[in-house]
């Protein structure tokens, strides 16, 4: 196996790559359109969100080949896992989303009405 420092820093990197190379188009399209939330922009930003899974398939080809991302596609497609973690994977999204939300109407007096577009 290589450096795995090198790796960490090598899936970091393709993961921001990744992402903001598919987020500044869309960050393009919503400016020139006034600011709007278009379902193009929401292909746009969903799309960017696959970056660190890209970046995660990428780098451990590159470290480990074929048979590291075969290993690395069964273990994402485990679906054997104790009930905690679950709830951690369905539950902590929807708090995290809800509690920035929160922390922004109590900062800024507005709710951020995009999200429910």
Do not use: C, H
């Amino acid at each position: 196996m290589k450096n795995k420092l090198g790796s960490l820093a090598s899936y970091f990197g393709l993961a921001f790559a990744i992402s903001w190379l598919i987020w500044t188009p869309g960050f393009v399209i919503y400016r020139a359109g006034g600011g709007k939330i278009t379902p193009l922009v929401g292909l746009f930003i969903l799309l960017g969100a696959f970056g660190p899974s890209l970046a995660a398939l990428t780098v451990t080809g590159w470290m480990e080949g074929r048979a590291g991302i075969v290993r690395l596609l069964k273990r994402m497609i485990d679906w054997r896992q104790p009930v905690g973690w679950w709830l951690i994977a369905i539950f902590l999204p929807a708090f995290l989303l809800l509690s920035s939300l929160g922390l922004w109407k109590f900062r800024s007096g507005t709710i951020l009405m995009f999200i429910l577009y």
